[in-house]
């Protein structure tokens, strides 16, 4: 079965920290695809990055950047200099390839910027 | 941009009514998807639908029925509103594979049940 952890329920971080969301996931399938997903307080899920498992290179994209491993079936989020717009809730999830799989999402991480 | 609407951004209902959650999307997605979100309990899938007239139970579609008479509408329906569904709706919907593709998300429903 498949499944995504989040182990970080809530985490709070000083403005420009650098903080890491941590994502562990468990799958049987050989090819699947990796998301994070940021939810700020207004409600709506906004996409920030998809992986597929052939790729294990890193990813930066401006203060964000992902360490994708497949050794410890992790796909770890870093932002750096973290600024209070970032303040979300943050999901981390899982899907196969086949026709009727699903995307399977983590509980989530709630950080919280201090300024 | 695609974009994804719910009908209503608050909604407040009395037990044993029958609630209709509305979502439209306007990029010809062929997926559309209904999540509920309980602290504690993240994102779980309700219902989905690949195409029209078609429709896919989730992990948690007891209680809960769907109608996609459109391609770019998604319908939930609440036969009989308990206070258990008190809960925050999502509804998303993607293109191609319903697992592989990105899923892009409306703004939510929260619905309080009373």
């Known amino acids: 079965a498949q499944k995504v952890t989040q182990a970080q329920t809530e985490i709070s971080v000083v403005e420009k920290e650098d903080v890491t969301l941590d994502c562990v996931y468990e799958?049987?399938?050989?090819?699947?695809?990796l998301f994070w997903y940021k939810q700020p307080p207004s409600g709506e899920l906004v996409f920030l990055i998809r992986r597929n498992s052939f790729d294990e290179q890193n990813e930066i994209s401006g203060r964000y950047s992902w360490n994708f491993q497949k050794s410890t079936s992790s796909f770890n989020f870093t932002i750096t200099a973290s600024q209070v717009v970032d303040s979300a809730v943050y999901f981390c999830?899982?899907?196969?390839?086949?026709?009727?799989?699903?995307?399977?999402f983590g509980k989530g991480t709630r950080l919280h910027i201090l300024p | 941009d695609v974009k994804v609407t719910q009908s209503s951004r608050y909604l407040v209902k009395r037990t044993g009514e029958k609630v209709f959650l509305e979502c439209v999307q306007d990029m010809d997605h062929e997926n559309m998807f209904w999540y509920r979100q309980d602290p504690g309990l993240g994102l779980r899938l309700i219902y989905f639908?690949?195409?029209?007239?078609?429709?896919e139970k989730g992990d948690i579609p007891e209680g809960y029925s769907v109608s996609r008479e459109k391609k770019e509408r998604f319908s939930l329906i609440l036969e009989s509103a308990s206070t258990n569904q008190t809960s925050m709706y999502l509804c998303a919907s993607s293109t191609g594979l319903a697992g592989v593709e990105t899923q892009y998300f409306g703004p939510g429903t929260r619905l309080l049940v009373l």
């Open positions: 799958t049987r399938d050989t090819t699947y695809y």
């Open positions: 639908s690949y195409d029209v007239k078609m429709k």
């Open positions: 999830a899982l899907s196969g390839l086949n026709r009727d799989d699903k995307i399977i």
